[in-house]
Every structure is written in C-alpha cells, then in structure tokens.
C-alpha cells in the first residue's frame, strides 16, 4: 500500500465521516482496511464475530436490495441478514445455496443487475404511491402556506 499524505489521509476521513485528524489512528486504519476491497476480490461469507466488513458487503448489499432481496440496511457488514439474502439470491437463479458470495454469484449478481433495477423497497413504495395518485395530481399547483397555522396569521401587510 502506497504512503498517503496528510491531505489524502485527511480526504479520506471525511469521504468517510470520520474525525479529520490527518494522520491513522485505529478507526481510520479499519476505513481503510474496508475500504480496498471491491465486489469480486474476495468470498464474502458469514462468519464468527467479528463479521466481514468492507466495501465489498456494502456492494453486495446495494445490489441485493436493488433487486429486492432483504439484507437489512446497507452497513458493509455480512450478517445473519445479509447472508440470508445471498442464499434466497442463490436459490432464485439456480446456483448452489450456500450463503457465501464466491465466483458464481458474484457472476449471476453482475449479469442481473444490468436487467434488474428498481427493486429497493423504498423505491417500489414511491412507484406504487405514485401509481394510485392516478390523474388526480396531474396539471395541479401545490400552495404551501409559510405562516404557523392556527390563529397565527404570519405575516399580513397593509
């Protein structure tokens, strides 16, 4: 790993919302440790406490939740959740169910995240809300009034 300086040490940190100090202490070190990793490096799977972290998980976990699978929140921890997923991910496209993200799922990932998208729990919530507005919205001006509400009037002029 090449030398950093206090500027790109310094950069890091608060990509990361870490405390900017400028030089590597033990949570920057750990950052930095999960940081290098990308999907496909290495296996993810479940393991004894401390779990695998990195920024691999955290790929992995915005991918499965593109597509709909449950892995909790995007934390770049390969938990119980997340584990569970990649088994349902196995199962649903037909390759050995063993929980870890290796080669083949890693293959099956890319080659459906191309064609699937839009599968976030949250952006299906925003689709389906959107679809039962129906025209009842459309060519309608939104008025928010800025006063308090109540008897409070805001401002008034003369």
Known sequence: MKELSEEEIRSFQQS???????SINDVTARALEEARWKLGDRSLY???????????V???QSRLTEMGFDCGRVDGIYGDLTSGAVKEFQRSVGIAVDGQ????????LIRLTKIVSGG???QLRENATQKNR????????????????GTIQGNVAN
């Open 134 to 149: 129906g025209p009842a919205l459309a060519n309608k001006v939104i008025v928010l009034d800025p006063s308090l509400g």
């Open 46 to 56: 479940l393991q004894e406490r401390p779990f695998m972290r990195g920024d691999d």
């Open 58 to 60: 955290a790929a992995l």
């Open 101 to 108: 993200c290796g080669p083949a799922t890693v293959i099956s």
């Open 120 to 122: 976030a729990p949250s």
């Open 16 to 22: 990361r919302g870490l405390t900017v100090t400028g």
